[in-house]
């Protein structure tokens, strides 16, 4: 019971942060105003996650452990590389559709300077979600239909530009919109990832 209220807690703690993230924007959110908000302790959040940007960093690995989720769920309905392709750039379009707090959240931390055990702790937290959506991929490398890559660069070609849309449509740009994205950007992601290999 003490576990299971602890973890409660802990993500009372985290929607409460997200839910100020989202209203003041990520840098000029204090601790204070995520205590208040929570109705917490600071002991309780120092003892959770070390400080403010414990937290930030907590959130921001449960943003992306949610969204790696959706999309690995995506890619292993499809059977074929381009399928798989085209469901993890609609299902990243979904996410961002169905959760905009944390898409806009996960943008703005990506940009947010982390000490040198933070930035370690962060990249391999990213490699392990990564590795078993690449893992649906091994196949189609080995047969030469994508290109062998590392994680950062599939990232580069496959969501660059879902990425750069994700963050003008947050931030209310005109113009653009994620239901025309999800008719345009798998077939630019698929033919990015055919350009690459015939590149190498």
């Known amino acids: 019971m003490v576990r299971r209220d602890g973890l409660r807690r802990r993500e009372e703690i985290l ?3 997200l ?22 302790s600071p002991s309780s959040v120092y003892h959770h996650f070390g400080g403010r940007q ?3 960093l907590a959130l921001l690995q449960r943003c992306l452990t ?14 074929g590389a381009e399928a798989r392709v085209t469901a993890m750039v609609r299902a990243h379009l979904d996410w961002v559709e169905a959760e905009p707090a944390e898409a806009s959240f996960m943008y703005q931390m990506s940009g947010a300077p982390l000490g040198d055990d933070d930035r370690a702790r962060h990249l391999a937290f990213k490699s392990a979600l990564y590795a078993p959506l690449l893992a649906r991929f091994v196949d189609f490398v080995a047969s030469g239909e994508i290109p062998a890559l590392s ?6 070609i496959l969501m660059g530009p ?10 209310g740009a005109p113009g653009l919109d994620l ?3 999800r008719a345009l950007l798998p077939r630019v992601a698929w ?10």
């Open 66 to 79: 949610r969204l790696f989720a959706r999309l690995e769920a995506a890619v292993a309905a499809e059977q």
């Open 54 to 56: 414990g937290v930030a």
């Open 162 to 171: 879902t990425h750069e849309l994700s963050r003008r449509v947050l931030a």
């Open 15 to 17: 929607d409460a942060a």
């Open 179 to 181: 239901e025309s994205a």
């Open 151 to 156: 994680p950062p660069m599939y990232d580069v």
């Open 191 to 200: 033919a990015a990832m055919q350009g690459a290999k015939t590149a190498r």
């Open 19 to 40: 839910a100020c993230f989202a209203e003041g924007g990520t840098l000029s959110v204090t601790l204070e105003q995520i205590l208040a908000r929570a109705g917490a």
